[in-house]
């Protein structure tokens, strides 16, 4: 099925440094949304971008929707060692159906 | 407020059986849609119902259904279990607007194992 381009697709980093992930797609999207997913669980919801050109934190997290609304971009600064899983962005349009991006696992070393 | 509950959370069967998964969704929200997870395939949108009707269907065959009741609890059934079916599969639930902003919460899943 159509999935997003999501990159990278994992990343091994220092706690404290800061770590950008980023989503694009052919297609245009009316909501970008992202969600962080913990081993056995559900994905929890983080941010939701509802213009073009918005760029909008929720704490360390910040996401842009990108201005052709065909990608968008999350950076955490500070990265701590709860922050590891994996995160998945998600486009939205009218239908309620979400296309999910292939998720990018995040490891964070002490 | 409660969030989305799934039951069971797991569960083991074997081909050719068929299965019912449930979903209840958080107090409020009309829409509850259905997602299949695989390691290969990723997060697939398998179906959304809104007031006890189907709004959207993915791509899958038609071994996989489901409904919804008045009360918006949902049910999935796949029938004719194949292995290749083995995955964890996510309800979520939206807005009253019908999830028109394009927000939507899961639950923690039901962990499916086809053998």
């Known amino acids: 099925g159509q999935q997003l381009n999501q990159s990278p697709q994992s990343m091994f980093i220092q706690e404290g440094e800061d770590v950008s992930m980023n989503c694009t797609s052919s297609?245009?999207?009316?909501?970008w949304l992202w969600y962080k997913q913990d081993p056995g669980e559900g994905p929890v919801l983080l941010i939701a971008?509802?213009?073009?050109?918005e760029l909008t934190s929720n704490g360390r997290l910040t996401a842009q929707f990108g201005t052709t609304r065909k990608d968008s971009f999350l950076n955490i600064s500070a990265s701590i060692p709860s922050d590891v899983g994996i995160y998945f962005c998600?486009?939205?349009?009218?239908?309620?159906?979400?296309?999910f991006g292939g998720g990018t696992r995040l490891m964070v070393k002490p | 407020k409660a969030g989305v509950t799934q039951t069971p959370r797991y569960l083991i069967k074997t081909r050719g059986q068929q299965v019912t998964l449930s979903c209840s969704p958080i107090?409020?929200?009309?829409?509850v849609s259905w997602y299949q997870q695989t390691p290969g395939q990723g997060l697939q949108f398998l179906f959304e119902?809104?007031?006890?009707?189907?709004?959207n269907k993915g791509n899958f065959p038609g071994r996989f259904s489901g409904r919804q009741f008045s009360n918006s609890r949902s049910e999935m059934n796949v029938s004719t279990l194949e292995l290749g079916d083995s995955a964890l599969y996510l309800c979520?639930?939206?807005?009253?607007?019908?999830?028109?902003?394009?927000?939507?919460?899961f639950g923690p899943g039901t962990r499916l194992t086809v053998l």
């Open positions: 979520a639930s939206s807005l009253p607007s019908g999830g028109l902003l394009g927000e939507q919460f």
């Open positions: 297609s245009i999207f009316n909501t």
């Open positions: 971008l509802y213009k073009a050109g």
């Open positions: 998600a486009g939205h349009n009218a239908g309620n159906m979400l296309t």
């Open positions: 107090s409020g929200h009309r829409s």
């Open positions: 119902y809104f007031s006890e009707t189907q709004r």
